[in-house]
């Protein structure tokens, strides 16, 4: 997982059917300090995250198709998971 | 998922039989204010997309993954088209 700030969202009418019905937001990388990576994320949402939260953003694996439910593995990938409170971190 | 803008198309006579029928497009990584992010890709199209226009596509594992019961020789496939992107609560 990678920690990410939500920065907007996308809208698009024409999309693969796995996005159907789905929020799809725009999420930058980012570092513990809250320092913004370079990059943008395209994850589609499942906790309800709106723009400025700091989220946690699964992109491995089988992650997408077990939290959306697939019965077969789907051309999705990155999906926010979770909504960060508060990180407590030792780096600079 | 990541974002691009198609920039161009390729044709290719002979190629692996699953991608009969595909149309493959050149295809620039960019961030949500369009900045370029790294080399032009080639990427399946799924949605009927154009040149110029702006797209989320998916990488890995799951860009094999746009057709039922087939998976196809791709590493990059275009899973939807922006219609426009709502950017606010960001910045750096």
């Keep these: 997982m990678i920690l990410g700030k939500v920065v907007g969202s996308i809208v698009s009418t024409i999309k693969h059917k796995s996005y159907q019905n ?6 930058r990388p980012m570092n513990p300090d809250g320092s913004l990576r370079s990059g943008t994320v395209v994850a589609v949402d499942t906790v309800g995250a709106g723009p400025g939260n700091v989220v946690l953003v699964a992109s491995e694996g089988r992650s997408a198709q077990e939290i959306l439910g697939f019965e077969k593995r789907q051309p999705l990938r990155s ?3 979770g909504i960060v409170d508060y990180i407590e971190t030792q780096s600079k | 998922m990541k974002l691009g803008r198609i920039t161009g198309k390729v044709w290719a006579t002979i190629k692996d039989p699953k991608l009969n029928s595909t149309t493959l497009y050149l295809m620039q990584p960019v961030d949500e204010e369009g900045k370029h992010l790294g080399p032009e890709l080639i990427a399946v199209d799924t949605v009927s997309s154009r040149e110029g226009d702006l797209v989320y596509w998916v990488g890995g594992a799951e860009a094999t993954m746009p057709f039922e019961g087939v998976q196809i020789p ?3 496939t275009i899973v939807g088209l922006v219609d426009h992107l709502d950017v606010r609560g960001g910045g750096t």
């Design chain 2, 74 to 76: 791709s590493d990059a």
């Design chain 1, 79 to 81: 999906v926010i998971v």
């Design chain 1, 22 to 27: 789905k929020k799809i937001m725009l999420v």
